[in-house]
Nanobody, 116 residues
Framework: QVQLVESGGGLVQPGGSLRLSCAAS????????MSWYGQTPGKGRELVAA????????NYADSVKGRFTISRDNAKNTVYLQMNSLKPEDTAVYYC?????????WGQGTQVTVSS
């Protein structure tokens, strides 16, 4: 069955770094555009970063440009989010998303908390 399993979240101080990973299985990963979304209490999921199927094109929310980097390894069926210079407002549950045409899958989410 389809699985997206996020890892790498946790508690980090402002200015610190985290690397999120999302391991995919159960579908042809290289076909899918992959994205990371963030969700805070009372708000919907917002796009943080996206990467095209071949990895040549990326897109970022204005709030994370220059600080976050999305990448993928199609040989390992994994997408990453390198998060640098973290701010308290980056605190959220981060979800991995896979999309190809009508197919749209979500992971279970991983909590990132930025606090001193």
């Amino acid at each position: 069955q389809v699985q997206l399993v996020e890892s790498g979240g946790g508690l980090v101080q402002p200015g610190g770094s985290l690397r999120l990973s999302c391991a995919a299985s159960g579908f042809t990963f290289s076909f899918y555009a992959m994205s990371w979304y963030g969700q805070t209490p009372g708000k919907g999921r917002e796009l943080v970063a996206a990467i095209a199927s071949a990895g040549r094109s990326t897109n970022y929310a204005d709030s994370v440009k220059g600080r976050f980097t999305i990448s993928r390894d199609n040989a390992k069926n994994t997408v990453y989010l390198q998060m640098n210079s973290l701010k308290p407002e980056d605190t959220a549950v981060y979800y991995c998303n896979a999309r190809w045409g009508q197919y749209n899958y979500w992971g279970q989410g991983t909590q990132v908390t930025v606090s001193s």
